[in-house]
């Protein structure tokens, strides 16, 4: 394998967010005389998505007629507040360094809706750009739809088998096999205690994004196959 690239979900993998949507959530639960929930109980619902959220808050079915109108509610108030506890995680600043340093292209392929990732991304500063930062409405079809992350090497200019993605959610392991692309499950992002991420079957597990850059590193020293070729007698 020759390593060109390397993709990242946003939510629960580069960035830490949690605290800003279950302020938003929390916010509106309050403006309607509900009492907030333990932010425990958000923080694994975080990857799921807006509607996952307010369903959780207000105990709704997917066909509650309230579920549209809350979800509006909620990604207004976080639009307002949206970069107030988000960080990126431990480690990741160092990683995006190593990445850059070793002249790989990195970007971001997301199932958030693009003017909360664009709105959030002009937040944060990294040692280089992405090459891309893809949000639902690039594509026909979101994850686990392999369509971002083949588009993202198309601005990577490399194929899958010269990239790798990492993402906390089953749908992005998905959507990295679904490309033919190795992956890397992220266990500190926002992950249900119920849910066993091994199921997932990704090629790599990481309890810290520390450990993300030995696998990258891994992949670039491989040795390729006409250099093992010379070396045999």
Partial sequence: MTLKAVFFDLD???LDTARD??????????????????????????SEG???LVKLGYQLTDD????????????DSYTQNINRHTRSF?????????????GLAWGIATNKPQALTDALMTQFRFAS???CILSPEHVKQSK???ESLLLACRY????????????DHVRDILCGKNACMPTIAANYGYIPKDEDSLSWQADHYIEHADEIWPIIDNYLNLAAPETIAEAQP
């Fill in 12 to 14: 629960g993998t580069l």
């Fill in 21 to 46: 949507l279950s302020a938003a959530l929390d916010s509106i639960m309050q403006e309607d005389g509900l009492e907030p929930l333990p932010f425990e109980q958000t923080r694994v619902i975080v």
């Fill in 50 to 52: 807006s509607y996952a």
């Fill in 64 to 75: 509650d007629p309230q579920v549209g109108p809350l979800r509006q509610r909620l990604l």
């Fill in 90 to 102: 431990p480690g990741i600043d160092e990683l995006i360094k190593k990445i850059s340093d070793a």
């Fill in 129 to 131: 750009t992405p090459c």
């Fill in 144 to 146: 686990p739809h392999e």
């Fill in 156 to 167: 990577a200019n490399c194929k899958p088998s010269e990239a790798i993605y990492i993402g």
